[in-house]
């Protein structure tokens, strides 16, 4: 059974529906003929298009001869230009800078910090006779607006991502960048997950400054057999599709039966030798989430 992170209220991609945007205002008292648009449009033409001149003569003569042909062909050009500009608005990313380090913190402080209880962010009573379809909801509406990623994990799946939490409790993970990949280091930590560009942590250590916290509440574990996780993460270092990309990642190595992915995460381990980054990266590629 496959994970869904999502971010709650956000949509991965925006998108610019034609029919959204207004017609232009037409006024009743007066109305000009297709010939009359044609002439005006050509003048616009000669103004703002530098190769005008060059085809003037040919595009005369099809405003000429057919007014409606000339505005129809116009407008079909500026439907196809407009179609490049439809997709995902977020510009490509960069790479992270090197940020400062975190405060370094005690050994029983920092496992206080660590581990993260439900019952700080939600009151467990009004859950108890819920089913379980009714607390995932309740957990998305919860989120709703928030700069988060959510999800909801099966007690199997969170049992097999203890158990390799114990044997792999580090590794890394690759996100896209603008003109290749960034890789991010992820470690277990009592009842969390934290993730720091690796370039941070190779200088920082312990004290690198995280880009990507998930918490795993295992409270309703045994009533309901569902734990709910929650990652926070730094918009200034990655967004919410990149808190998302690496949370699938995440679910495909530790909480999935899959050869290829576990073999990696032993190389990584137990033999950094034999390990390639660039398979890690080809598993990327080939993302598929539930294999």
Wanted: charged share 25%; with cysteine; proline share 5%.
């Amino acid at each position: 059974m496959a994970l869904l992170w999502i971010r709650p209220g956000k949509q991965c991609l925006r998108v610019i529906a034609l029919n959204q945007i207004p017609a232009v205002a037409t006024f009743r008292s007066f109305r000009m003929t297709a010939r009359q648009r044609s002439e005006k449009v050509l003048e616009q033409l000669k103004d703002s298009n530098p190769f005008f001149g060059k085809y003037a003569k040919k595009i005369s003569a099809v405003q000429q001869s057919s007014p409606e042909e000339f505005l129809a062909k116009l407008k079909s050009v500026e439907k196809e230009k407009t179609k490049a500009t439809v997709g995902p608005l977020e510009p490509a990313r960069d790479y992270s800078g090197l940020l400062n380090p975190k405060a370094p913190l005690g050994a029983k402080t920092q496992e206080d910090a660590a581990y993260k209880k439900l019952s700080d962010i939600m009151k467990l009573d009004l859950v108890e006779h819920r089913s379980v379809e009714e607390i995932k909801q309740i957990w998305l509406q919860y989120h709703q607006g928030k700069e988060v990623i959510c999800a909801a994990i099966p007690l199997k799946q969170y049992d097999l991502m203890m158990e390799r939490a114990k044997k792999f409790p580090v590794f890394i993970l690759p996100i896209p960048r603008s003109q290749g990949y960034e890789f991010m280091m992820l470690q277990f930590f009592a009842n969390t997950i934290h993730f720091t560009p690796l370039i941070n942590y190779q200088v920082h250590k312990e004290n690198a400054p995280e880009c990507l916290n998930i918490a795993m509440y295992a409270e309703l574990k045994q009533s309901k057999g569902l734990v709910l996780m929650r990652g926070e993460y730094d918009p200034k270092v990655i967004n919410g599709q990149e808190a998302q990309c690496l949370a699938n990642q995440l679910q495909m190595y530790y909480s999935q039966q899959n050869e290829s992915k576990l073999k990696l995460l032993e190389l990584f381990t137990h033999k950094p030798d034999q390990f390639k980054h660039i398979d890690v990266i080809e598993e990327l590629n080939n993302l598929k989430i539930g294999d």
